[in-house]
């Protein structure tokens, strides 16, 4: 098992910029892939960057120039920066886990984007 806990989430304002963290525990693999993932009301979930354990980098077009994924392995952490939000950011974000095997989700954290 692998528990997720995301903080950082909050509301701000257009143009504003918002840090989230995940804090991971538990039987983790080695090799791991931690990402972040938003779903908006009425949309389906989608992802917004990923880090393997080795630091490789992956970031969806969405927030893409916007956001800047990285991990502390010390820690067993994953922070999301982003900044210049928009309202269309508005969504829960939430932080997943994969080893390619299994994977877990946190429980998710509100961004709220105002205009």
């Known amino acids: 098992q692998v528990q997720l806990v995301e903080s950082g989430g909050g509301l701000v304002q257009a143009g504003g910029s918002l840090r989230l963290s995940c804090a991971a525990s538990g039987s983790m693999f080695d090799y791991n892939v931690l990402g972040w993932y938003r779903q908006a009301p009425g949309k389906q979930r989608e992802l917004v960057a990923d880090?393997?354990?080795?630091?490789?980098?992956n970031y969806a077009d969405s927030m893409k120039g916007r956001v800047t994924i990285s991990r502390d392995n010390a820690k067993n952490t994953v922070y999301l920066q982003m900044s210049s939000l928009k309202p269309d950011d508005t969504a829960v974000y939430y932080c997943?886990?994969?080893?390619?095997?299994?994977?877990?989700w946190g429980q998710g954290t509100q961004v709220t984007v105002s205009s």
């Open positions: 997943h886990y994969t080893d390619y095997d299994l994977d877990y």
């Open positions: 880090i393997t354990s080795g630091g490789i980098r």
